[in-house]
């Protein structure tokens, strides 16, 4: 009787809930039946995958113009945040997921690792990075941050016949463990400061309680734990030492599925936390993000340069990226909370679209041409050997250290604009000159591709249907967005800057 | 003199702090593992004292949620921990130094 009255459940609006349920339901399915069945035939299992996340990807557009474009709405009972931003992040999310199964196939198929296994943590993982973008609740984020991590960290010792995945798996979870704990911490401090973890009501009791009232110290000390577990899971210098080992060990397709996914969720909590929730502390956290970037740009793009090895070049690269998006997080930051901010949000949430697709495109060509040990030399004579892949690859790179006509250039140039709206001059000259570092890393890659010759007699390189297929993808998506940027622009633009 | 809030979230802090340090200082896998599990615990502690303090139920809901979390962590830590421990027996985090660069 009393537990009745105490216990009436929230109300759940079960349709706008149908992306994350089908993505849930569809990795537990897979599981079971994956592992109750016998063996299936080859490549079901991604197409499988493929399909949910795509019923889940039409699951959020049909969803899309039911959601209110102030961004207020939530769903159960302010857990989850129901806003075009999110709703974006999950596409980007459930994309990069469809893709990466079918990368996924390509490099599993005849190994004793091909079975539901990798495609269900893949699933979940997804899941949990749907959760994290969307989360209004401190500790569902924490949730979704968790979900996310522990698939990524079993993804990453996924390859038992290799030591080096296993080291990975290990390394990850040990620093990945420590950056939880700090996030942690900053929950329980930011709780300690304002009584509750739920954003919406944060900021509406920081907006009535006086200044004196207001509990700073606590506050100032959560939100900065917060950010060193940001800064972590999105690779920000002097957080990132994980990365290059990680991205190196990890096999080839669960690195570029960390690196796209983990990015998109990582860039898109941070976002609703520093943006969203606490706009009244932009002074303080600014400078903070200014400094990240600046240090992520800077040793990103350097440490890049003296790499020989692919994967760890494009560990740095995707290093001096998440410096890129802090440009744009900290353009945000000048007007965060305003009647009319500016448009640091969306440049960032650009930026992780079109990070996504490049970085699984770059990937993709590694797991064919990249041998055992991603060395550059094994690059040699690409060109020569798989001119079509070469041409691939040379698309996806290139678009990576943003030229023109590419969907790197229109993503570099939202951030870069954004930053020089906001007076940040030294930030945008800064980008600039990684940017040009950067491309001395990309050309590199060119360079041993198309004008060198191997050493030794190659194999010609056996491209996988899928493989390829999903090369092509990242390609063609490439140049559409760099040709016709309104394709994604005007997506883009739909999402509305203020959220409260 | 009782022991206040404060008392409990100075504590915390403390423990919070060992395992850092444990973490960065310690060799044995094992032994960071616990270290991390120390730290959540720690926040634990703070989610109750600040509950207690605010008489709200939001914290202490908090900590089951970390628990479960620590218990998911514990399962898929110890089995990569085992998987490579079977590979190279008394391996520490100094022998596992293939990558790098």
Request: contains cysteine; glycine residues 8%; neutral net charge.
């Amino acid at each position: 009787m009393i537990a009745q009255q105490l216990f009436s459940g929230p109300s759940v609006d079960w349709w706008a809930l149908a992306p994350y349920l089908i993505v849930v339901g569809g990795a537990l399915k897979l599981m079971v039946i994956g592992s109750l069945t016998s063996r299936w035939p080859k490549g079901l299992t991604a197409w499988v995958t493929v399909v949910i996340a795509t019923v889940a990807a039409a699951a959020v557009v049909l969803n899309w113009r039911s959601i209110g474009t102030d961004g207020t709405s939530s769903l159960v009972n302010g857990a989850l945040a129901h806003d075009r931003l999110a709703a974006f992040l999950h596409l980007a999310i459930l994309v990069t997921t469809a893709l990466v199964a079918l990368l996924s196939d390509g490099v599993l198929r005849g190994t004793e690792n091909d079975g539901p296994e990798i495609y269900t943590l893949l699933l979940a993982a997804a899941a949990g990075a749907m959760v994290m973008v969307a989360a209004n609740e401190l500790i569902v984020m924490f949730l979704g941050l968790e979900t996310l991590s522990l698939a990524f960290y079993v993804l990453a010792a996924s390859d038992r016949r290799r030591a080096e995945s296993q080291e990975s798996g290990l390394k990850y979870f040990l620093l990945g463990g420590l950056a939880s704990a700090f996030f942690l911490y900053g929950i329980a401090l930011l709780y300690g400061a304002t009584r509750t973890t739920t954003l919406t009501t944060m900021i509406d009791r920081l907006r009535t309680v006086v200044t004196v009232e207001r509990n700073d110290a606590l506050l100032l000390a959560g939100l900065a734990l917060l950010l060193i577990g940001f800064a972590f899971k999105v690779a920000a210098v002097p957080f990132h030492v994980w990365a290059p080992d990680v991205y190196q060990g990890a096999p080839t397709n669960v690195t570029a599925f960390m690196a796209s996914v983990g990015k998109i969720a990582a860039f898109g909590a941070m976002l609703r936390v520093l943006v969203v929730a606490l706009p009244f502390y932009r002074d303080d956290w600014r400078p903070v993000v200014w400094v990240l970037a600046v240090l992520s740009l800077v040793v990103g793009s350097g440490l890049a340069v003296v790499q020989t090895n692919v994967k760890r070049m494009l560990a740095y690269s995707s290093v001096s990226h998440a410096g890129f998006m802090l440009i744009g997080v900290e353009a945000a930051g000048h007007t965060a909370g305003e009647v009319f901010p500016t448009a640091g949000m969306r440049a960032v949430v650009m930026y992780l679209a079109v990070y996504a697709v490049l970085v699984v495109g770059s990937f993709a060509v590694v797991t064919i041409a990249g041998g055992a040990g991603s060395d550059i030399n094994e690059f040699d004579g690409l060109g020569s050997r798989r001119p079509i892949l070469a041409v691939g690859l040379t698309v996806v790179v290139l678009a990576q250290a943003g030229v023109p006509l590419t969907s790197g250039f229109v993503a570099k140039w939202g951030v870069i604009q954004a930053a020089v709206d906001e007076g940040s001059y030294w930030l945008a000259v800064l980008a600039m000159l990684a940017a040009v570092i950067g491309a001395f890393v990309y050309l590199r890659i060119m360079v041993s591709v198309w004008l060198r010759t191997p050493t030794a007699e190659v194999e010609r390189e056996s491209v996988p249907m899928l493989t390829g297929l999903v090369i092509g993808l990242a390609a063609a998506a490439t140049i559409a967005v760099g040709v016709y940027p309104s394709l994604l622009l005007n997506l883009v633009d739909a999402l509305p800057l203020t959220h409260r | 003199m009782t022991p206040t809030t404060t008392w409990y979230l100075v504590l915390a802090a403390l423990l919070f702090g060992i395992g850092v340090v444990g973490l960065m200082v310690r060799r044995n896998p094992l032994v960071m593992f616990m270290c991390i599990e120390l730290m959540l615990n720690a926040v634990n502690l703070s989610f109750v004292a600040f509950a207690r303090a605010f008489t709200d139920i939001g914290g202490q809901t908090a900590v089951f949620f970390v628990m479960v979390v620590a218990a998911a962590e514990v399962v898929v830590g110890l089995g990569i921990v085992i998987s490579i421990l079977r590979r190279r027996p008394g391996a520490s985090i100094d022998d596992l130094a293939e990558l790098r660069g």
